[in-house]
């Protein structure tokens, strides 16, 4: 037992790292970018409007509801204790039928927001 180590293998070395800096491109995307990712909608004509202070409605092509990018089991509720006149900012996946986005925005106006805009990507 006396040998002596004459060369180190690597390939676990490699291994490791590469399965480390997949995890840390992946983490960074979505921490570069703070949002939930969701695939919008695109126009020719959307209008750039001003971030002022409004509430940002996600929903994923998995029919999940995010308010201010935190995840909400019920978005009547979530909506409950907002101010009226806030303006509502929603963001929906592509992938997601008309009906059920018109679902979602009927589901926002009947909890009394008047102010409800769609937030889509030019081409």
């Not at 995890?23 to 409007?49: H, N």
């Not at 509502?88 to 926002?108: I, N, P, S, Y």
């Amino acid at each position: 037992m006396d040998d002596d180590i004459d060369e180190i293998n690597i390939v676990p070395l490699l291994d490791i790292m590469l399965v480390l800096l997949t995890i840390v491109l992946t983490t960074a995307t979505f921490v570069a970018t703070g949002r939930i990712p969701v695939d919008l909608a695109k126009s020719r004509q959307a209008a750039t409007t001003a971030q002022t202070e409004s509430l940002v409605v996600t929903m994923t092509a998995e029919r999940t509801f995010f308010l201010n990018d935190q995840p909400v089991p019920d978005l009547v509720a979530a909506l409950a204790g907002k101010d009226r006149n806030t303006p509502v900012l929603m963001r929906a996946d592509g992938k997601l039928a008309l009906q059920e986005f018109v679902a979602a925005v009927d589901t926002v106006k009947q909890a009394g927001f008047t102010k409800v805009n769609l937030e889509v990507q030019r081409p």
